[in-house]
């Protein structure tokens, strides 16, 4: 059984930054992810990272203000969002670790999920 606990989630206003985090036990090498469900939608995949963190992928509409990183060594996933508006407000979720043939951009996609921060983004 993997443990993934979510931290970070507040409030901000638009234009500002945040930075989340997830801790990951046990920490494995696969492929994690951050997704995020705002009001009344489904889940949305946010963006994915392998080991070491250099293979990152992003959502389209969101790469160049989001950015995921790893920490292997503490076992911690990180999302870092600049210039955030008020259609980012959602709840963030990491998830770990990719299924062997799945894609990794889908919720099915992977085993273990975090419960979830909220990021709440105001005009």
């Known amino acids: 059984q993997v443990q993934l606990s979510e931290s970070g989630g507040g409030s901000v206003q638009a234009g500002g930054s945040h930075t989340l985090s997830c801790k990951i036990e046990?920490?494995?090498?696969?492929?994690m992810a951050w997704f995020r469900q705002a009001p009344g939608k489904g889940r949305e995949w946010v963006a994915s990272?392998?080991?070491?963190?250099?293979?990152?992928y992003y959502a389209p509409s969101l790469e160049g203000r989001f950015t995921i990183s790893r920490a292997d060594q503490i076992h911690t996933l990180y999302l870092q969002m600049v210039d955030l508006k008020p259609e980012d407000t959602a709840v963030y979720f990491c998830?770990?670790?990719?299924?062997?043939?799945?894609?990794?951009?889908?919720?099915?996609?992977?085993?273990?999920w975090g419960q979830g921060t909220q990021v709440a983004v105001s005009s």
């Open positions: 990272s392998g080991i070491g963190g250099g293979d990152a």
């Open positions: 046990p920490y494995g090498s696969g492929r």
């Open positions: 998830a770990a670790p990719v299924r062997v043939g799945s894609s990794y951009k889908v919720e099915s996609g992977y085993e273990y």
